[in-house]
T-cell receptor, first 108, second 114 residues
Framework: DAKTTQPPSMDCAEGRAANLPCNHSTISGNEYVYWYRQIHSQGPQYIIHGLKNNETNEMASLIITEDRKSSTLILPHATLRDTAVYYCINSGGFKTIFGAGTRLFVKA | DGGITQSPKYLFRKEGQNVTLSCEQNLNHDAMYWYRQDPGQGLRLIYYSQIVNDFQKGDIAEGYSVSREKKESFPLTVTSAQKNPTAFYLC?????????????FGPGTRLTVT
């Protein structure tokens, strides 16, 4: 079973920020928070990961709460191509567990 | 152009036949993984390999076999013992199988067994 909890689906208007929440209340001290996304019928794509600090890259920002029990992935200016299933995972390597994720619909 | 390739993209087999799915990476990654995805579901780990000539069972290894004779290759065989083999199969690799490295995925192979 996935160790994270995500809403099953979300909508976002094109050009607006998409904020995808994730709860990972059982995360261990050495476990990272990873985000991947999967566009229909393709392999998942790595987006970003972090341990304690907030992180930003060219795709997204990751905000991790101080107690590390939840995080938010932010796509600052969502486009139609960002429509996908987004997976939040609190581990890496061979302990990576993909749950059902959040299906994000970006609407024009 | 570095990445992971899987072939073929679509594969059709008759029930009772073994079938081997190919996965090749040129990222120089030590770790490789095989996942299975059913419609509307997340990914489930079948096997993983941390280094050449070594591999470990994942959560749903029954009915599958793998080999890791070369660093860049990690083929998966779906045997006739696998009860429900029709699924989308994804191969991935990472620098290491430890907790701190992200995985890179291939495009997947969609297997249909009738």
């Amino acid at each position: 079973d996935a160790k994270t909890t995500q809403p099953p689906s979300m909508d976002c208007a094109e050009g607006r920020a998409a904020n995808l929440p994730c709860n990972h209340s059982t995360i261990s001290g050495n476990e990272y928070v990873y985000w991947y996304r999967q566009i229909h019928s393709q392999g998942p794509q790595y987006i970003i990961h972090g341990l304690k600090n907030n992180e930003t890259n060219e795709m997204a920002s990751l905000i991790i709460t101080e107690d590390r029990k939840s995080s938010t992935l932010i796509l600052p200016h969502a486009t139609l191509r960002d429509t996908a299933v987004y997976y939040c995972i609190n581990s890496g390597g061979f302990k990576t567990i993909f749950g059902a994720g959040t299906r994000l619909f970006v609407k024009a | 152009d570095g990445g992971i390739t899987q072939s073929p993209k679509y594969l059709f087999r008759k029930e009772g036949q073994n079938v081997t799915l190919s996965c090749e990476q040129n990222l120089n990654h030590d770790a490789m993984y095989w996942y299975r995805q059913d419609p509307g579901q997340g990914l489930r780990l079948i096997y993983y390999s941390q280094i050449v000539n070594d591999f470990q069972k994942g959560d749903i290894a029954e009915g599958y076999s793998v080999s890791r004779e070369k660093k860049e290759s990690f083929p998966l065989t779906v045997t006739s013992a696998q009860k429900n083999p029709t699924a989308f199969y994804l191969c991935a690799s990472s620098i290491s199988a430890t907790l701190s490295y992200e995985q890179y995925f291939g495009p997947g192979t969609r297997l249909t067994v009738t």
